[in-house]
């Protein structure tokens, strides 16, 4: 494959343009005029070649199409409307850049705006940016903006246990350049109103998820109020299939609010590239972080849209700017925007319903078989779409059964990301999982039991 | 003509049937978790098909025409690329799926490991980093790390040349150091006096963007890592620039210690209108450990004899920098393009990027002067100001949309005044450039007989020249209709 267009005859009369001989003159400021290796790659091949040899790679990966699925941990199989990919597919879109000009750009600055708009009304929040990379990344970002701008000099941040173990680790890196503290107790269990008295006059901000990493709802309620009159900031990490049909962050005073987009019409694609999701409130806007898009007239009074306070952005602030962050998740975004106004208001309600009602329907099921206990840690919290069963023996190994023998994707080990939980799994259920491959689900872990 | 919104258009009960009836016992909801409204809009499938179709033809790609965006290699993105991105087996794989399940897709990000450490001369390398900025930020940190193993954890200075990218300082700063400022010399290279004066014990390294912003290889590159090197400091090589150097010369033997390439640059990943980039992370031996989490190693398995990969963490690791693995779905496109191209593919590339690049520096010289006119690389930059004019770079790049092309990048580097950056690639015939020589000809003359024609453009695109002032003054960044 190959395609620079050049003829011999058109190379010819550039070169005699630019007044050279040849091509490799082109870099003859180079240490020794360029040392022109012998790249050690293997032959390249043609389209044909390349579409058989991808084929085969892929034919290697068994994929959830093929075996029921019930693992999640931050990355879910969810239904996407074949609308999704006839928007990502278009031209326009996928080959352009970044809309710094926006004249030629409408098209991609008008869906961000939209996705703006819908994110802040499913957050109930009053500012969206136009994406990040991820969720990780987001609240990551998150931090930065409440020790670096709304809550400088102070030294630590308070971030709940039950935060995806993946976003801990990437708050962590993140924080590296930071003069800054995590404060994670060790108890996975504990409830967010549990870590208020934790607050005191150094905390930059507490981070929860609820849904949390356990699938289980936090008690929001109080939550921020208690925060804020510590001086902090409240951070929620959202799972935005949820926020269908159940209370935002929002509606209970967080003042940042992220999530991972992926669920919103991105497919899994071994975990990215994936959309963060980050909003906030109104006082915050000159610290967030991304592109932003506004509205705003043309010459003749006209609506456009065009990237706006890009002058918290590093292209202009440069080492003053609230994030290094140029290239994000745009069309992330444009297929979020495009699931959202798919399934829209009613839509989106009936996949958090079918995620609810089918992950108790597997809770109950799993639940009464003997040796198993569904949340054990906290039986009568109420749940989303995943949620953890003890199990009597590790559960590398029920995995390792449930693979071989029934052709079915387990749920998560949680003894990977805590301590002494070797024999629990989390397990996630959406609006794709049938009754039948429940069923199945509960009868292949019931023949652990015997 | 105005497309409205999602929004406006939305009528309340209307909705699209798409989901199945519930087949299991419904529990009930906790109902004092409940929302009475999601508040998202209420459309028919075809509305929102027919709105993100016209929404589509307000919007200028690649595949629309010529996209000379300097430092963004807007190049052809190949569709078999696409093509094979969509298969199942790419896209419904979980990151945490058992890896006897995803044996392939290790196996292929193993191999474009391989292939990027070839490329660019590095011992290791990490595609973890999801975005080229992002490759910036944790080459920093792993040079903190780095130097912080060897007993030096004070080095906090960062220099950087006065014509990169404005995510090297940003990055710098979020990395907790200080960026040092180095400026250019009257060739357009790094000021290597200046660089010698900024060079201390507390040097963490610098940034160099090679060939830099204007185009230009930095020729003194030998004496420049020498001088860093010998301060205890270390050398990042900012990949954005790399299309012009593949097959070329390898920047890891050129002394760069860490570097980042930009897959959806180099390697003709699409952009997505901002995103998903992807910034793997090319490390050199002494560098390798500290990459971040992480990265697949191949073993021979001794039960099959054939080759089997697994994740896993360097042993310094600096950690994990986004949730999963990276951007899978953009390394899948990335190596399907490396297979396809090849060594003499890339080396290719490189020498026609370079060649468009000196075509047109040569063809618009005379009408929009270069400062620093001697052979660039695969860009380069000029004054958006015809002789003899008043006009501005915008206004030139407003009216370049009235001839169908997309603007190059404007007003950056900082250091030259009224810049325009241009970078046509390698996939760009002659005609094209011909065609765009002819019209930045036809608008530097009508820049000095008829300016307001400059100035009131563009004149045929969706929207007339938009009001940033107001946007920025007004912060309407989402929807107040009612609904």
Known sequence: MHFTPHTDEERRQMLDAIGIESLEELFRDLPGKGSFPQLDLPPALSEMEVASELGQLAARNATTENASSFLGAGCYRHFIPATVDYVLQRGEFY??????QPELSQGMLQAMFEYQSMICRLTDMEVSNASHYDGS?????AALLAFGGAKEGRSHIIVSPSVHPHYREVLATYLRGADAELIIPDDPSIAATDLLRLIDSETAALVVQSPNFFGRFEELEGVAEATHSGGALLIVVTDPISLGLFKPPGAYGADVVVADGQPLGLQPAFGGPSLGVFATRREHIRHLVG???????????????VLTLATREQHIRRAKATSNICTNSALGALAAATYLATLGKHGLRRIAELCFQKSHYAATKIGEIPGFEVNPDAPSIPFFKEFVVSLPCPAAHANDILREKHGIIGGYDLGQSYPGQDERMLLAVTEMNTREEIDCLAAALRSLAL | MDE???????VQGRHADLLPDCDVDEAQFPENLVRADNGLPELSEQQVVRHFMRLSQRNFGVDSGFYPLGSCTMKYNPKISEQLARL???????????KSMVQGALALMHELQEQLKEIGGFASVSLQPTAGAQGELTALMMMRAYQAAQGEPGRNEVLIPDSAHGTNPASATMAGCIAVEIPSNDRGGVDLKALRAA???????????NPNTLGLFEERISELVELIHGSGGLVYGDGANMNALTGIAKPGHLGIDLMHYNLHKTFATPHGGGGPGSGPLGASAALAPFLPSP????SSDCETGGMSYELSSPSHSIGRMCTFHGNFAVFVRAYAYLRGLGAEGLRNNALHAVLNANYLRVRLG?????PFDRICMHEFVCRGQPGGSKVHAIDISKRLMDHGFHPPTNYFPLTVPDALMIEPTETENKETLDAFVDAMLQIAEEARENPEILRAAPHTAPVRRLDEVKAARDLTVCETVEF
């Open chain 1, 95 to 100: 080959t352009s850049y970044t809309p710094y």
């Open chain 1, 137 to 141: 990344t987001s609240l990551a970002e």
């Open chain 1, 291 to 305: 592109r932003l898009v506004g509205q705003t007239t043309d010459l003749e009074g006209q609506r456009g849209f």
């Open chain 2, 4 to 10: 409205p919104t999602v929004y406006e258009m939305s």
């Open chain 2, 88 to 98: 199942p087996g790419f896209t419904a794989i979980h990151p945490l799926q058992h």
């Open chain 2, 199 to 209: 060079c201390s014990d507390r040097l963490v390294g610098i940034m160099l963007t």
């Open chain 2, 295 to 298: 990265i697949v190693e191949r």
């Open chain 2, 366 to 370: 005379d009408e929009y002067p270069v």
